[in-house]
């Protein structure tokens, strides 16, 4: 059974940094073979792609919001973490960690595309 588990969420103030990690276990491949993402939702908003990594192709890719503060990586075939720096009230959602072992290039920010997904971790920031 595939589980993915997100962590690291928390209050901050706007200006401040974060940084999400996520875990996956029972997956046919190892984490790093996968198209891995972040994504996010606000209350009454749609679930919007943040970034993915897929580490086999060498492909990152960044929302135009985000692109500049955040930064996605991999420090080995389980681990996928996400950096958030000068965090604004805007940035204030649940974050999910999802997985696909498809290349979903051009598709990365489409939620229904990814087949795994993690419960999520709420971020809040205050102005």
């Known amino acids: 059974q595939v589980q993915v588990v997100e962590s690291g969420g928390g209050l901050v103030e706007a200006g401040g940094s974060l940084r999400l990690s996520c875990t996956a276990s029972?997956?046919?491949?190892?984490?790093?073979?996968?198209?891995v993402g972040w994504f996010r939702q606000a209350p009454g908003q749609e679930r919007e792609g943040v970034s993915c990594?897929?580490?086999?192709?060498?492909?990152i890719a960044y929302a135009d919001s985000v692109n500049g503060r955040f930064t996605i990586s991999q420090d080995n075939a389980k681990n996928l973490y996400l950096q958030m720096n000068s965090l604004k009230p805007e940035d204030t959602a649940i974050y999910y960690c999802?997985?696909?072992?498809?290349?979903?290039?051009?598709?990365?920010?489409?939620?229904?595309?990814?087949?795994?997904w993690g419960r999520g971790t709420q971020v809040t920031v205050s102005s």
């Open positions: 999802a997985a696909d072992p498809r290349s979903l290039r051009g598709t990365w920010d489409q939620a229904h595309k990814y087949n795994y």
């Open positions: 029972g997956l046919t491949l190892t984490f790093d073979a996968y198209t």
């Open positions: 990594s897929r580490r086999s192709g060498g492909s």
